[in-house]
Structure formats: C-alpha cells, structure tokens
Nanobody, 123 residues
Framework: VQLQASGGGLVQAGGSLRLSCAAS????????MGWFRQAPGKEREFVAS????????SYEGSVRGRFTVSRDNAKNTLYLQMNSLKPEDTAVYYC?????????????????WGQGTQVTVSS
C-alpha cells in the first residue's frame, strides 16, 4: 500500500484545512486508518482514526470537537477536516493504514505510512 498525503499549508489561527490521503496498491478498504502528527522536537502522536467502514472514530483529546476524520472507500481516500486550528496544531501530519479493521490510537498497529504533509498555524 502506498499513501500520498496532501492538503497541508500555512493558515492563521482559527482557520481550517482539509487533509487528504490517497491510498494505492493493495486495497486498504478492509483496514482501519489513522492520522498522526509530529511537531518539531516532539515524538509522533496520535490524532484521529477510523475503522474500515468509517462508522467508528476516535480522537486525541485536544482535537476532539475540532477535527473530523472520514474516509471514502470507493476513492481509497482518507480525510481529516481540521477546524478552529491553533498554533499548537503545527506539525507534520502523517496518514497510516492499520493491520486491523478497527479504529486505534496505537502506532504499532499501523503498517503503512505516508510521507507526511506540513501544517503550520500562525498566531
């Protein structure tokens, strides 16, 4: 599975961005998918995930209510709608495909990773 993340950029605090992650190669439609992020000098952390159907989702506490994860299996694409962005959301955002069908915040359960897309939120 190859993953291509896009949609990052520079936005002011309070603004919105929509990230996309296109999957190709072996299908990922039966696998959970997730978004993670890594800020400078910090470890990569969980952001949001969805199960294989897109019906069950989970979020990291600081983004719950502001970010929405979704997927379109017909297009093999994962999305992350980010609203009310804050400077602390600044990071490289990565999409990943899980070995399991359920949504999960556990990084070790993810097998395939995209190259990342930079999100910068100015104050």
């Amino acid at each position: 599975v190859q993953l291509q993340a896009s949609g990052g950029g520079l936005v002011q605090a309070g603004g919105s961005l929509r990230l996309s992650c296109a999957a190709s190669g072996r299908t990922s439609s039966n696998n959970g998918m997730g978004w993670f992020r890594q800020a400078p000098g910090k470890e990569r952390e969980f952001v949001a995930s969805t199960d294989w159907k897109g019906s069950s989702t989970s979020y990291e506490g600081s983004v719950r209510g502001r970010f929405t994860v979704s997927r379109d299996n017909a297009k093999n694409t994962l999305y992350l709608q980010m609203n009310s962005l804050k400077p602390e959301d600044t990071a490289v955002y990565y999409c990943a495909v899980s070995l399991r069908s359920a949504a999960s915040p556990i990084q070790s359960q993810y097998r395939y990773w995209g190259q990342g897309t930079q999100v910068t939120v100015s104050s």
